[in-house]
């Protein structure tokens, strides 16, 4: 009896100590690829995610509740998405969903979610219209109308007498079809020509029929809208057959974990980001070394973005609790799930992203964008996204 309640009273005095949160925690969805080729993408989710959850709970959550992640994995395809969003909004009952990874998926299941009038914050979906989906649907994955472009001006400088460009898209997926569409009119806008257009599916591992079309048109550039799997090996192919020049890749080459499919091969791609780890905010100052501390690595953007989710729907819990003066522990969950998505819209957040601002439609505005070219180590499976000046 005394040692329980010796064990009790320090047990309260480390959570004074400490100032962790009390109470049932609130439950927020995070609904990615954590199986399947997404899960090269969704692996970063989670992780950016977890950073979340540990650092908002170290500060007391919201208002003193925690708020506690739970993970549904939604393999790589829309059936996967809507089977993950479903359990989400009626067995675990979250106050809103973080996912999906792909806009593919996105488009599938996002309105099942908006039905329900479930608050949805996409992480890295980036093709046109996921923020118009419905009303529940927004996103703070910066449209690719406003990053893609950012590559092609840069590999411009790097090499002034590009004239021949082939561009690549994988056509059973939305976003790299909404991709190529934004590169290609970049393309033709910055007075290029392009040479041939080739289709891909993501499924694919063997590119010898585009590689060899590519080889036969002598481009100076190659711009790829591919997933990280399929464009990995075709960036890993155009090299071995004896292609030289530049190679562009969009939002699907933005995952390290790229790296060891192409291996050496990647070293050299130039890629947008809508994040850097070198980002000198107060937000990414203090989530990069907790990062570190967690996974022995920098942040890569997927992983900023799903902590930045988080943050945006824990910035919003604690404006409803403000704007309404209850505890949304004591709310009901329909209530909450409404009066959180009012919150969510039309305001403006810290980041380590810097300030992204969503619109009425759930839309992001973003002021900073980067340009890196990959390099990778001499272990053929690791490197670094070298910032483009
Ligand atoms: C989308 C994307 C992918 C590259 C996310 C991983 O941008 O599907 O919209």
Redesign the pocket.
């Known amino acids: 009896m005394r040692i329980f309640v010796l064990l009790a009273a320090s047990l309260l005095f480390a959570q004074a100590a400490f100032a962790e949160p009390v109470g049932s925690p609130i439950p927020v969805g995070i609904a990615v690829g954590q199986t399947t080729n997404?899960a090269l993408?969704g692996e970063e989710q989670v992780n950016g995610a977890k950073v979340a959850e540990r650092m908002i709970n170290e500060k007391g959550g919201v208002g003193g509740t925690p708020i506690k992640l739970v993970f549904q994995d939604t393999g790589g395809d829309e059936a996967g998405a809507i089977n993950a969003f479903q359990n989400l909004i009626s067995r675990d009952k979250v106050v809103a969903i973080i996912g999906p990874?792909?806009?593919?998926q996105?488009f599938a299941a996002n309105p099942i979610a908006n039905q329900a009038k479930v608050p949805v914050v996409g992480p890295?979906?980036?093709?046109k219209g996921?923020a118009q989906i419905g009303e529940y649907v927004s996103r703070i994955?910066a449209p690719?109308t406003l990053v893609a472009p950012n590559a092609l001006k840069r590999a411009l400088a790097v090499n002034p007498n590009i004239k021949n460009v082939a561009v690549v898209y994988a056509q059973d997926?939305?976003?790299n079809v909404s991709e190529t569409g934004i590169f290609q009119e970049a393309i033709k806008g910055m007075g290029l020509n392009i040479a041939l257009v080739q289709k891909t599916s993501v499924k694919d591992t063997d590119f010898t029929t585009q590689v060899t079309a590519i080889l036969g048109a002598g481009v100076d550039m190659v711009v790829m809208s591919c997933?990280a799997a399929d464009g990995g090996n075709m960036v890993k192919q155009l090299r071995q057959f004896g292609y030289e020049g530049l190679i562009v890749g969009?939002?699907?080459f933005?995952?390290p974990n790229m790296y060891p499919v192409c291996g050496k091969e990647c070293t050299g791609v130039i890629v947008a980001q809508a994040y850097s780890p070198k980002a000198d905010n107060a937000e990414n100052n203090a989530f990069v070394p907790v990062f570190k501390e967690m996974f022995k690595k920098d942040p890569a953007q997927?992983s900023a973005q799903a902590y930045t989710s988080v943050k945006v729907v824990v910035d919003a819990l604690n404006e409803v609790e403000q704007s309404t003066g209850k505890k949304v522990a004591d709310m009901d969950t329909a209530e909450l799930r409404t009066a959180l998505n009012a919150a969510i819209i039309s305001s403006s957040y810290e980041t380590p992203l810097g300030e992204i601002v969503l619109d009425a439609d759930g839309e992001i505005t973003q002021k900073t964008f980067y340009v890196s070219q990959i390099k990778i180590a001499e272990d053929g499976k690791t490197g670094i996204m070298e910032l483009l000046p």
């Open positions: 997404v993408f990874t792909l806009s593919q996105a890295s979906n980036t093709a996921v994955s690719m997926d939305a976003f997933l969009g939002n699907g933005n995952s997927f």
